[in-house]
């Protein structure tokens, strides 16, 4: 799935509380997602783009070849309004930069579906992360809520290296996996809005709201569209 229907909100009623936005996009795949978003972001004054996949498609770097006013990075000159396509796994790629200084405001978790990669990946994100960053998890009411998906096993992904070998798991699924992490930190909660796939995730001791309104039937797959779905925002008064 993907999380078009959120993705100008999180840009407008989100990222715009920093004057040049860090993302971090785990999953691209046809850039469903990546290329509205970055459409977006290059409305800012600087921004970067970290994407991650273990395929990464020609077809999502010939079209942000041609976005204006966005370095494609390894191709263009950077310019602080940078965009990474990098072809690894997740879990690898977090481990290895769990040091990074300067850290992501939003972090899209959607790369392998089951719940073993998921609960690594919010472990791991939490270095790469600040205390007002919100992490959104794709596919929390989607087909592998409970369920477990390795792309690994999928027929197209036979032969890439990178993709994480399956595993049998008591547990299963991205559900679990998210709501198991929100049981075991006090200080994270989650949102949802209706049946729709994302789950948001924010910390419940730096955020006083987080809440979605819209005037858009709830529970009919119409986001879409939605022109005016809104997220209401508020931070705790914090000394
Ligand atoms: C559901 S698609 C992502 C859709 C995208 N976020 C969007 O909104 O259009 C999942 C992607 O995750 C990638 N993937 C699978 N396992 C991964 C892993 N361990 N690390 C990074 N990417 C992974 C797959 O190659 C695939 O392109």
Not at 41 to 55: A, Q
Not at 104 to 116: M, Q, T
Request: net charge negative.
């Amino acid at each position: 799935m993907s999380y078009v229907g959120f993705i100008k909100t999180l840009c407008q009623d989100y990222l715009t509380g920093y004057k040049e936005p860090k993302v971090l996009e785990i999953g691209i795949h046809k850039g469903q997602t990546a290329l509205p978003l970055i459409h977006n972001l290059s409305l800012f004054e600087g921004f970067t783009y970290m994407g991650v996949d273990i395929h990464v498609r020609s077809l999502v770097l010939e079209q942000l070849a041609q976005f204006g006013y966005v370095s494609l990075v390894n191709y263009d000159e950077r310019s602080g309004r940078d965009v990474f396509l990098l072809e690894a796994n997740s879990l690898h790629w977090l481990e290895e930069h769990q040091n990074l200084d300067s850290k992501f405001d939003l972090v899209l978790i959607d790369g392998d579906h089951n719940y073993k990669t998921v609960s690594k990946e919010l472990e791991l994100v939490q270095s790469v992360i600040h205390p007002r960053s919100l992490i959104v998890c794709d596919d929390y009411n989607g087909q592998w809520a409970e369920k477990d998906l390795y792309y690994s096993d999928r027929d197209d992904y036979k032969e890439n290296k990178r993709a994480t070998p399956s595993e049998e798991s008591e547990i299963q699924g991205v559900r679990s996996a998210i709501d198991e992490f929100v049981e075991a930190h006090d200080n994270w909660s989650i949102c949802t809005l209706g049946s729709f796939d994302p789950a948001f995730l924010y910390r419940n001791d730096v955020w006083d709201r987080f809440e979605f309104g819209t005037d858009s039937p709830v529970g009919e797959k119409r986001l879409n569209l939605a022109r005016n779905l809104r997220l209401g925002l508020k931070l705790k008064n914090m000394r």
